[in-house]
């Protein structure tokens, strides 16, 4: 498995500092990952949050190229339904040279309601905007010249320039939830994010072979929320705020989506302090560097995966907390799955 770290740069109100001062934290965390021997960084996106979520990741992950050498960069995921599909190849492609060949475009079609809403953009039109986009991006990356008349987007006589860095183009990658969005992904030929909910891999596999294609050319990811300390009482300490803020934001919006199975009862604990026994705290990666392990160790058994996703540095938290977490992971966790 490769091993990488998702950033998101939101900054709630209750430990709100400066954004100036966050984004220069956050790319010093960034520049110290990569030092420790992590293979990715996968930058994430909403829009019109209370928490300034990061709504722009393509600056973002040209900001991380400009400050990095060997990490690779990739978003999880950008909106595709809210962007225009040729400047997402055309500032992709600049970011794709700007880090020497080092960016992975991550895609989905995004499912909070609020989003749509301001946007003026009508919610079941996002699968067909993103499938749209997904077809307009590959072919501007991998022909001369590109006709395409869309639903959504027409373009004429077309040709890209520059082109990217990694031929015949950057990875495509989709994030998907759902068994309708995981089928799409392999269809159209693209690497597979998963996140919360039930594993989608073996339906993407099985989807892969049935349209003719070979799973080992295709990579799978795995996002999941990791926190190390040298206690776990420290590791609850340090985190357990914080995840009840980032899952309240999360509970409601995917209640209010309820695109996958249990959406609606995503989030149900009451108090910060019932997390750590309860099913969800449980389940999470939050302990000492054994009790991470051990907990890393069933997932490599029982989950497909080629790259790795940790959700450390929570919303709120002190930047130098998850540095440290991501030092100790690096240090006692890391050597063991290499």
């Known amino acids: 498995m490769k091993f990488g770290f998702m950033e998101d740069f939101r900054n709630p109100l209750p430990w709100r500092r400066p954004s100036a001062d966050l984004y220069r934290a956050i790319l010093e965390q960034i520049v110290r990952g ?8 996968w930058l ?13 990741l393509l600056p973002t992950a040209a900001a991380v190229a400009a400050r990095t050498e060997r990490i690779r960069i990739g978003t999880f995921v950008l909106l595709l339904p809210f962007q225009h599909p040729v400047r997402v190849a055309e500032d992709a492609t600049c970011v794709d ?16 309601h609020q989003e749509f809403e301001a946007l003026c953009m009508p919610r079941e039109e996002r699968s067909a905007r993103l499938a749209e986009g997904v077809d307009l991006v590959q072919r501007l990356w991998r022909e001369e010249r590109v006709t395409f008349d869309g639903r959504f987007t027409k373009v004429r006589d077309l040709s890209l320039s520059p082109r990217p860095v990694q031929q015949p183009h950057p990875p495509l990658w989709i994030g998907a939830r759902t068994a309708q969005a995981t089928r799409r992904a392999a269809r159209l030929g693209c690497h597979l994010m998963a996140t919360l909910g039930p594993d989608p891999a073996p339906a993407y596999v099985a989807t892969l072979r049935q349209c003719g294609r070979n799973p080992d050319d295709f990579s799978i990811a795995q996002l999941r929320m990791v926190y190390v300390a040298r206690s776990e009482d420290q590791a609850w300490e340090d985190t357990q705020e914080h995840i009840f803020s980032m899952m309240q934001y999360y509970g409601e919006i995917l209640a209010e989506a309820n695109d996958a199975p249990g959406d609606d009862q995503m989030w149900t604990i009451e108090r910060p302090q019932d997390i750590r026994s309860s099913g969800f705290g449980r389940a999470v990666m939050i302990g000492t560097p054994d009790q991470v392990a051990e907990k890393l160790e069933r997932f490599r058994r029982d989950y497909l995966c080629t790259h790795f996703i940790m959700s450390t540095q929570l919303p709120g938290m002190d930047p130098r907390k998850a540095t440290r977490s991501l030092e100790l992971f690096a240090r006692e966790v890391l050597p063991g799955f290499r």
């Open 34 to 41: 990569e030092q420790l021997g992590y293979d990715n960084v």
């Open 44 to 56: 994430t996106e909403h829009h019109f949050t209370a928490d300034g979520y990061n709504p722009s």
């Open 97 to 112: 040279i700007l880090s020497g060949g080092r960016f992975d475009l991550g895609v989905g079609q995004g499912y909070a």
